[in-house]
């Protein structure tokens, strides 16, 4: 357009200018031919430049929604854990209580096996101490033993 202006011819005492018909309709069909090109252009930004907040949009609600799943599945490993640690502590007392009672039962064993020996014990030592006095009542007459005896 501007070439055009340039080789216009001034007309005397005004501020007009003749330009060449073909030329001016030229650039009259090449402006029909591309202001809808830059009107269909100047929409389609348009548009992007309003989706572009959308979009940021949903992508900021989903961060969010996986920040929370994660969140929850932290709490839900959590809980997992404090349930393992309950349940191991449960399994410890457990542990330690049927000890207690292995331990007692045992005792109990010993003692009764240690009753029962003491018993047999006191029995040969009684019967020791009749033979021992039984000996020492009677008068035993001393053996002679033979030097060819074996």
């Given at each position: 357009?501007?070439?055009?202006?340039?080789?216009?011819?001034?007309?005397?005492?005004?501020?007009?200018?003749?330009?060449?018909?073909?030329?001016?309709?030229?650039?009259?069909?090449?402006?029909?031919?591309?202001?809808?090109?830059?009107?269909?252009?100047?929409?389609?930004?348009?548009?992007?430049?309003?989706q572009i907040p959308q979009a940021a949009q949903m992508e900021a609600e989903r961060?969010?929604?996986?920040?929370?799943?994660?969140?929850?599945?932290?709490?839900?490993?959590?809980?997992?854990?404090?349930?393992?640690?309950?349940?191991?502590?449960?399994?410890?007392?457990?542990?330690?209580?049927?000890?207690?009672?292995?331990?007692?039962?045992?005792?109990?064993?010993?003692?009764?096996?240690?009753?029962?020996?003491?018993?047999?014990l006191e029995s040969h030592l009684t019967s020791i101490r009749r033979g021992v006095a039984a000996l020492d009542q009677s008068e035993v007459e001393?053996?002679?033993?033979?030097?060819?005896?074996?």
């Amino acid at each position: 357009m501007e070439t055009l202006l340039r080789h216009a011819q001034r007309v005397p005492l005004t501020h007009k200018v003749m330009v060449d018909e073909r030329a001016m309709l030229t650039v009259v069909d090449e402006m029909r031919i591309r202001i809808p090109e830059e009107i269909r252009e100047a929409r389609r930004v348009m548009r992007q430049r309003d989706q572009i907040p959308q979009a940021a949009q949903m992508e900021a609600e989903r961060i969010v929604q996986e920040a929370r799943e994660q969140a929850e599945q932290m709490i839900r490993d959590e809980e997992i854990v404090q349930q393992a640690e309950a349940h191991a502590l449960n399994l410890v007392q457990e542990a330690e209580e049927r000890l207690d009672a292995s331990r007692e039962e045992m005792d109990l064993y010993a003692l009764s096996m240690l009753r029962d020996l003491e018993g047999r014990l006191e029995s040969h030592l009684t019967s020791i101490r009749r033979g021992v006095a039984a000996l020492d009542q009677s008068e035993v007459e001393p053996v002679e033993f033979d030097e060819e005896s074996p």
